[in-house]
């Protein structure tokens, strides 16, 4: 019998730095898993696309946008401020480029030198997409 009064399991049992050595090592694994990367599509191929900022239209994109482009479906003007990249409400004149005057309306078409289109990041996805709902409802559930 022990010379202690209580039986429980405490600091002056044998097996506690196999405990605290456990104890470390699941530590470890869970800091590991707090640092790898997490998120929807992290290594994912992206494709950089120009987007209508008022109905999400994926536009055709190159170098530089015409002055008189229009938005297939909503027939917005594209080259304006609201789909311009350096475009922001908190910015000087809305606008994180020095310029000297204010555009009043950003979503009209301007002449401005400054404009870069705004372009997103979009997962590339392997497979063509599919048309047919009933075929992409299909594609849902196929084993693979």
Known sequence: ?????????????????????????SRRARDEERLAPRGRGLGAPTVSVFRCRVCGEKQPFT????????????????????????????APNECLKPVLTRVPNKNAANACQL??????QEFASDEPSLKDPRAAFEALFRKR
């Open 1 to 25: 019998m022990s010379d202690r009064k209580y039986r429980h399991r405490g600091y002056q049992d044998s097996d506690w730095e196999e405990r605290e050595r456990q104890r470390e090592q």
């Open 63 to 90: 170098s530089s946008v015409p002055l008189e482009a229009t938005c297939f479906k909503c027939k917005t003007a594209l080259h304006s401020c609201a789909h311009c990249s350096f475009f922001d409400t908190s």
């Open 115 to 120: 404009y870069s289109p705004r372009l997103v």
